[in-house]
């Protein structure tokens, strides 16, 4: 949200909290400029009317690292709730991980419990075991063989149930699976899977025959924390698994994708793991190698996540259905959005020049753009003396 906006929002939300018997709810999204918290923010903003008022402060204004910031901003703006999404970089070392991922959300929810107004904390399967039906009580050991991803996510989780068991925090934890979804403006998670098929650098499957994984539909997340915030009584100091029922094939899902683009990579071949390892450490060496040169390349986040491509791990939603929400995708799951999410990356990336062109008919281009490209002169000048129109006209803002 651009400063104005929020400045906007703000000055409402200030009128919302102050006017009493007001009916309109006032609620702060911290991490709403991404991937979940901008789905999150578009829910309540657009799709529930008047009947929220929703701040959403960048880092910038409200930093996670800085326990003052909270202090600060929860001193003006009193809200009725508090959503957390925020989050470090997942390859992030120890100090971001844990000042952002643990002390951020731990300050957030103490600051919640001193407002006495809800917390929902949005967690991760990066905590859990691999497996079958792994449940809400399931947890990887805390130990330092976790990266600090998963650490700071799984000391956060635990912290949480112990301020809501001793010390009365109103508190749910929902636990996604992979996210999928449009308009996230990183290259991560179930993007990167999309990113390295369309960017032709996934060359084979680097997974085994069957391996499955839950996925979490990122339009279907507000519509869940909406409730939970409708009955705290039900959702209050409980941790959920918000995923699709049905967990999908990593490696059907590759081979969809690739049909869907019709590239023709990456070949029907399963690397071994043993095999995948060695080409990871390998790269990482090499990497190193290149940088005197002045080359400084990474590699992807994801592949700290190597070994879980070549283990399924099923999240059970047998809680979810229990509870008064209950199951309702309606079926819907990656493949039936498949089609809408790849045009949606595929314009996007196509138009930043991060792939090659593999969606022609997704080109679209806005008037003008050939002349800036070809002759901008002409372009120019054809603006300045009224010849083109591509600029919009605000006279009405004058009335
Ligand atoms: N995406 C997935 O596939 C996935 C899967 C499982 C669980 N989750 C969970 O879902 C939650 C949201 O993930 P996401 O994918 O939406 O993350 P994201 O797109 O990377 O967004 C992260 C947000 O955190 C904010 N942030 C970063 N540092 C901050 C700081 N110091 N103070 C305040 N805000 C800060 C960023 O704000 P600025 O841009 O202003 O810096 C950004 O809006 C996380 O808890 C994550 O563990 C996500």
Redesign the pocket.
């Known amino acids: 949200m651009d400063r104005h906006k929020e400045k906007q929002a703000e000055k409402k939300i200030k009128t919302a909290s102050s006017s009493k018997g007001s009916r309109k709810k006032a609620g702060l999204i911290?991490?709403?400029?991404?991937?979940?918290?901008?789905?999150l923010m578009h829910y309540f903003k657009t799709m529930q009317g008047d009947a929220f008022e929703v701040l959403a402060?960048?880092?910038?204004r409200?930093?996670?690292?800085?326990p003052g910031?909270i202090k600060s901003y929860l001193r003006i703006y009193r809200p009725d709730f508090i959503i957390?999404?925020?989050?470090?970089?997942l390859d992030s070392g120890p100090q971001?991980s844990y000042?952002?991922?643990y002390l951020?959300s731990i300050n957030l929810a103490k600051a919640s419990m001193a407002l006495g107004i809800p917390y929902i904390?949005?967690?991760?399967?990066?905590l859990l075991p691999m497996g079958d039906n792994v449940t809400e009580n399931d947890h990887l050991p805390l130990s330092t063989d976790l990266h600090f991803?998963p650490r700071s996510?799984l000391m956060a989780e635990m912290t949480l149930n112990h301020l809501h068991e001793n010390h009365g925090l109103d508190c749910t934890i929902i636990?996604?699976?992979?996210?999928?979804g449009k308009h996230?403006?990183?290259i991560?998670?179930?993007q990167r899977l999309l990113f390295s098929i369309a960017s032709q650098s996934m060359m084979f499957l680097l997974t085994r025959p069957g391996i499955r994984h839950s996925y979490?539909n990122?339009d279907r997340i507000p519509f869940f924390v909406h409730h939970v915030l409708r009955h705290r009584s039900e959702f209050s100091g409980q941790t959920y698994h918000f995923v699709d029922q049905e967990p999908v094939e990593l490696g059907g899902l590759i081979l969809a994708i690739k049909e869907h683009l019709q590239v023709n990579t990456p070949k029907q071949l399963y690397v071994p793991y043993p095999f995948a390892r060695l080409g990871r450490s390998s790269l990482k060496v090499i990497l190193r190698l290149l940088r005197p040169l002045g080359f400084d390349g990474r590699l992807p986040q994801e592949l700290m996540f190597l070994d879980k491509f070549y283990q399924s791990q099923i999240l059970s939603v047998d809680k979810l259905k229990r509870s008064t929400f209950g199951i309702t995708d309606g079926g819907s799951c990656v493949f039936t959005e498949l089609h809408d999410i790849i045009n949606y990356y595929i314009s996007r990336w196509q138009l930043l020049n991060l792939i090659p062109l593999v969606k022609k008919d997704l080109l679209q281009t806005s008037p003008g753009t050939n002349a800036f490209q070809n002759n901008p002169e002409d372009l120019l000048s054809g603006l300045h003396d009224g010849k083109h129109e591509y600029l919009s006209d605000y006279d009405s803002l004058n009335r």
Request: charged share 15%; aromatic share 10%; proline share 4%.
């Open positions: 911290v991490g709403g400029g991404g991937f979940i918290g901008g789905s402060p960048n880092s910038k409200l930093s996670l690292r800085e910031d957390n999404c925020a989050i470090s970089p971001l000042q952002i991922n951020g904390h949005f967690s991760s399967a990066a991803y996510k636990r996604l699976g992979v996210v999928y996230d403006h990183k991560q998670g179930f979490t990122t």
